[in-house]
């Protein structure tokens, strides 16, 4: 998740600029490697929606850095799950669709057998929700330079961040840090 030094994960209405204008190929990278260890990823409806709009296209756009062509191609082969009540079809490729109560569709995905990591990507309120029914095994926490003093917090005071184990730090050149914390 991307945030501010204020905890903000957007701005007030859904703002990204400021995550965007730090964003460097080395970060690419770091992300690029962390999807490659995950066997899913877990999105909300809004986050899949401009997703699916923006990473098909991708790898066949002359003007796509060359350093992001192979993350595309990882964002459009790797298995998306998509959780909505709403939302109909997903027809991005390899998308699925969940319903229904979060926790019990969740514990489910968990319990499915196979070692590898279902990734949440953005989807702040569903990121928020997995927290408060703790269903998150380890925070990936980009922080990024700046305060941005207003927006949607990622932890919302209710003792979330508790009993929290600094696992590693990475820094970028663009002056964001990485840092992984498990429960």
């Not at 309120?125 to 941005?148: G, K």
């Amino acid at each position: 998740m991307n945030i501010s030094l204020d905890g903000y994960y957007s701005g007030p209405n859904c703002e990204l600029d400021w995550h965007f204008e730090r964003w460097c190929p080395d970060m690419g990278m770091e992300l690029e490697k962390e999807l490659s260890k995950a066997g899913s990823m877990l999105l909300g409806r809004k986050t899949w929606a401009a997703m699916s709009a923006y990473w098909p296209s991708k790898i066949g756009d002359p003007c796509c850095p060359r350093e992001d062509i192979s993350f595309a191609m990882q964002m459009n082969n790797r298995h998306k799950i998509v959780y909505s009540n709403n939302l109909k079809t997903a027809d991005w490729s390899n998308s699925s669709i969940i319903k229904g109560n979060l926790e019990t569709a969740i514990r489910s995905l968990k319990n499915t057998g196979d070692d590898k990591n279902i990734i949440a990507y953005g989807s702040g309120q569903l990121v928020q929700a997995l927290i408060s029914l703790n269903l998150v095994d380890e925070f990936q926490l980009w922080i990024h330079p700046l305060i941005l003093g207003k927006g949607k917090p990622l932890f919302k005071g209710n003792n979330e961040q508790a009993g929290l184990r600094l696992m590693g730090s990475k820094f970028f050149t663009s002056g964001v840090i990485l840092l992984r914390y498990e429960r």
